[in-house]
């Protein structure tokens, strides 16, 4: 597989996802085993970039991943991220430095591991100024506990200001075929800054794969039951739209899946992205999309969409966003 930079991390160019292995999907966390297994497939077929969160679970996805890696440690960039739960007393987000101190300590012990190679804000804390956390993130790279820092759906001020107290090697953001709100300001600001983009969702939470045809596919616990682009008439409209994906794979001899990735990998060279699945299938599905190669004409069709109907969060998320 190919690889690329994130800053000055080296990546292989799409990575792997692992929060739908241990909760928010239908069927997360009933076979463990598979989800170990694909982990380590991915590992053989070349990816690098793992990516998991204290949040998810909570906990239980980093100790999944802690486990998958015994042994194996050296051959992943691990990525987790913090700051969605408090261990110093206080309820929400908090970045605060005393609880970056504490999340930094946790994940390392479930992940098994003595560092964390990219360590992401998950959400900016809006009563932490950002200065004073990655001042406390700055410190933990000099005493080898992380490798690198990254912010995830941090909004362009926030961006230059953390990356004047120390190097910001990634932003981790939601980017698709219908999920282009990084495009105007935030990609232009990471690349004149030198910063990398690790997309996540890229595949619309499944809904771009041609897969998804009905919520009543999903098990009552399932979050896609509560994102507004699978509600109403957002879903039917959203179906239109990879209707059309569905189209260009066909001319290319590739999966929906596939094409959708490949659109993305050709926005750029600084662009990797993590999408999830459980399944040895589905992930071989996703790699091969390294190897997918769209006609300038097709991307031109794939640029010119129709955007997705609804927004990509609940309302409490989206407020979370952008800051």
Do not use: C
């Amino acid at each position: 597989m190919k690889h690329i930079k994130l800053g000055d991390l080296d990546v292989a160019r799409i990575g792997l996802g692992t929060m739908g292995m241990s909760g928010a999907y239908t069927g997360a966390g009933d076979d463990d085993a598979e989800s170990i297994r694909t982990i380590h497939r991915a590992l053989e077929l070349g990816v690098t970039l793992l990516d998991t969160a204290e949040v998810y679970g909570p906990y239980v996805n980093e100790e999944l991943l802690g486990r998958a890696l015994k042994g194996r440690r050296d051959q992943a960039v691990l990525a987790t991220k913090f700051g969605m739960i408090s261990h110093t007393g206080g309820t929400g987000l908090d970045s605060s430095p005393a609880n970056v101190r504490a999340a930094v300590e946790g994940s390392l012990r479930r992940l098994g591991t003595d560092h964390i190679d990219l360590y992401y804000q998950h959400r900016v804390d809006p009563d932490t100024p950002i200065e004073d956390t990655i001042g406390v993130l700055a410190d933990l790279v000099a005493e080898g506990k992380i490798r690198h820092i990254g912010l995830s759906e941090a909004g362009p001020a926030t961006i230059r200001r953390a990356h004047a107290v120390h190097p910001i090697t990634a932003l981790q953001s939601e980017y698709s075929l219908w999920t282009r709100d990084s495009e105007p300001e935030t990609l232009p600001l990471l690349r004149e800054l030198g910063i990398g983009f690790v997309a996540y969702s890229p595949l619309g939470r499944g809904f771009l794969t041609g897969a998804v045809r009905s919520t009543d596919q999903f098990a009552d616990d399932d979050f896609r039951r509560n994102n507004p682009r699978f509600m109403g008439e957002n879903f039917d409209h959203n179906l239109r739209i990879v209707a059309e994906v569905e189209a260009i794979a066909g001319q290319v001899g590739a999966t929906t899946a596939q094409v959708a990735l490949a659109w993305l990998l050709g926005r750029g060279d600084d662009i990797v992205p993590i999408p999830g699945t459980k399944r040895v299938p589905r992930l071989e599905e996703n790699l091969a999309a390294d190897a997918v190669e769209l006609t300038p004409e097709q991307t031109t069709l794939l640029n010119g969409l129709t955007p997705a109907a609804g927004d990509h969060h609940n309302e409490t998320q989206m407020r979370m966003i952008g800051r």
